[in-house]
């Protein structure tokens, strides 16, 4: 789709930049996104100031920030590309081994590597010309509104309460255990619910501001405290926090068992009685009936199976 101006042309592919533009309000952030050179980038902001009639990003104090003018025809923007993207779907079943679409999957770090190995491995099996990108996900990046917009196509999350404005399956379920330094003097005796409240634990940073997650809620109702000595900002980085510490992780048994074949580590079952923590992917309405995107799902959906049979 086009359309002109004088002698310029307003395409997807200018849609598409200014719509991210205005979202990460860089030109450099922007190229990394659409795997572009900046000074492609730069040429496409200026032809959209060109066909626009307006700078539509302003450099100011705290950096690039978008006009009034680019606010209001923002969601213009927005609606043409997913119309374009309607309208590219509509003609039948989607093709993976041709496509050569953008999937963007969102997701904080607890969910171990394997999964998403599994996840690349397979995508690009299926569809080796299209492009997957894997957003990590923090305590203030505002998901909802992502998914919203079409900045990303799936979330993957384990609220306690899944956010009910969204579309969700279950990914996978999985049990909770306590790791611990192989040599701990509690990987030869097991753990008490006493040892649980006595001994020092590294716990993680909470990836949300909204929602506590579920072992928290669940000690909380339990009315158990726990000495919480160390905070990792990443799941990743807790396991190797453990080995000549006598510090304990609680987490997934799927994330444990993967790095006891890393680490020198114990797993050790849970004194506490917690509900299977279950993760779920979400996505918008806009996507649901969309074939590339039902695809994604399935295949997420599979993975997530073959990282428990793999368990068992």
Request: with cysteine; net charge neutral.
């Amino acid at each position: 789709m086009s359309t002109r101006r004088g002698s310029e042309t307003l395409d997807t592919y200018l849609l598409k930049v200014f719509s991210i533009l205005m979202a990460e309000r860089s030109v450099s952030r922007t190229a990394l996104k659409l795997n572009q050179s900046q000074p492609a980038i730069s040429v496409a902001l200026k032809n959209l100031r060109q066909i626009l009639q307006d700078p539509l990003l302003v450099r100011e104090k705290g950096g690039m920030v978008p006009t009034d003018r680019a606010l209001a025809i923002l969601e213009h923007a927005r609606t043409a590309l997913a119309s374009i993207d309607s309208m590219l779907e509509a003609g039948g079943a989607f093709e993976p081994d041709s496509s050569r679409q953008v999937f963007r999957i969102g997701s904080p770090d607890y969910l171990a590597p394997a999964f998403a190995a599994s996840v690349v491995a397979r995508f690009r099996r299926e569809a080796p010309h299209a492009r997957l990108v894997l957003h990590s996900l923090g305590p203030d990046f505002d998901f909802e509104h992502s998914l919203a917009e079409g900045e990303l196509d799936v979330v993957i999350g384990n609220w306690p309460e899944p956010p009910d404005r969204m579309h969700l399956s279950v990914l996978l379920e999985d049990e909770i255990v306590c790791m611990v330094a192989a040599d701990h003097p509690l990987a030869r005796r097991g753990m008490t619910l006493d040892d649980y409240r006595r001994v020092p634990h590294v716990v993680p940073t909470p990836y949300s501001i909204t929602q506590r997650g579920m072992i928290d809620t669940v000690l909380t109702s339990l009315r158990i405290q726990r000495e919480e000595c160390v905070e990792a900002q990443s799941f990743m980085l807790a396991p190797y926090l453990l080995p000549g510490t006598d510090l304990v992780f609680t987490t997934t048994r799927h994330f444990a068992r993967y790095y006891t074949e890393l680490l020198p580590l114990a797993v050790l079952e849970s004194p506490i009685e917690f509900p299977p923590m279950r993760f779920y992917q979400l996505w918008h309405a806009r996507n649901h009936h969309a074939p590339s995107h039902q695809w994604l799902r399935h295949l997420l959906g599979d993975c997530g199976k073959g990282v428990l049979a793999r368990q068992g």
